[in-house]
């Protein structure tokens, strides 16, 4: 009995400073939805995706850090006459996605539906080898380009990253991205 009570003690004495340390997180706040229309061109030396395997990745990477469900993602450079060119680079994307912003009044709207109003608040999250979410070590490239490229153009704060690809092998690589992304509430 004498253990369960300490145990408890303990867990109530971690619990307690986190909720009171910031009493909003959590709490929800408006935002609007806003439109992005992005390029995303991937040059990984290590991994290699076909252009529905890397149009896959970046619609799971895009979902799970908040973008709408109505996304976009269209395949650029992968029909076989571009492969075939010379400079070809790799399979490149078109991405336009939707995801919470915090309001700004200067703003417009790109098209109809673009910086509706939504109900949202910050999540935290973190970008890892998970094979739950299909990312592995060899995503380490992928993820490096996403966290340069398209992770500054979300809401996302307290951002921390540990990122480190070795080209041309697995071993050795790994990825860590976590911080809080402005996510819109779940409507029950």
Same mark, same amino acid.
């Given at each position: 009995?004498?253990?369960?009570?300490? &145990?408890?003690?303990?867990?109530?004495?971690?619990?307690?400073?986190?909720?009171?340390?910031?009493?909003?997180?959590?709490?929800?706040?408006?935002?609007?939805?806003?439109? #992005?229309?992005?390029?995303?061109?991937?040059?990984?030396?290590t991994?290699?995706?076909?252009?529905q395997?890397?149009?896959?990745?970046?619609?799971?990477?895009?979902?799970?850090?908040?973008?709408?469900?109505?996304l #976009?993602?269209?395949?650029?450079?992968? +029909?076989?006459?571009?492969?075939?060119?010379?400079?070809?680079?790799?399979?490149?994307? &078109?991405?336009?996605?939707? &995801?919470?912003?915090?309001?700004?009044?200067?703003?417009?709207? *790109?098209?109809?539906? +673009?910086?509706?109003?939504?109900?949202?608040?910050?999540?935290?999250?973190?970008?890892?080898?998970?094979?739950?979410?299909?990312?592995?070590?060899?995503?380490?490239? *992928?993820?490096?380009?996403?966290?340069?490229?398209?992770?500054?153009?979300?809401?996302?704060?307290?951002?921390? #990253?540990?990122?480190?690809?070795?080209?041309? #092998?697995?071993?050795?690589?790994?990825?860590?991205?976590?911080?809080?992304?402005?996510?819109?509430?779940?409507?029950?």
């Open positions: 009995m004498r253990v369960f009570w300490a &145990s408890a003690g303990v867990g109530l004495l971690f619990a307690v400073p986190l909720w009171a340390a910031d009493p909003v997180v959590g709490s929800p706040f408006p935002a609007v939805w806003k439109e #992005q229309h992005l390029e995303f061109s991937y040059m990984g030396r991994a290699r995706y076909s252009c395997g890397l149009r896959d990745k970046m619609r799971s990477l895009l979902l799970d850090l908040g973008a709408r469900h109505d #976009q993602v269209a395949l650029l450079g992968c +029909d076989e006459s571009a492969r075939l060119g010379r400079g070809y680079v790799g399979p490149r994307l &078109s991405l336009i996605f939707s &995801s919470p912003a915090l309001p700004d009044a200067s703003a417009k709207p *790109l098209r109809p539906g +673009d910086l509706a109003a939504v109900d949202a608040h910050y999540e935290p999250f973190t970008l890892t080898s998970d094979a739950f979410r299909n990312y592995g070590v060899g995503d380490c490239e *992928l993820v490096e380009e996403f966290a340069r490229e398209i992770l500054p153009r979300l809401s996302a704060k307290n951002v921390k #990253q540990d990122i480190t690809c070795v080209p041309y #092998q697995a071993s050795g690589s790994r990825f860590l991205v976590r911080g809080e992304i402005l996510r819109a509430v779940r409507v029950p």
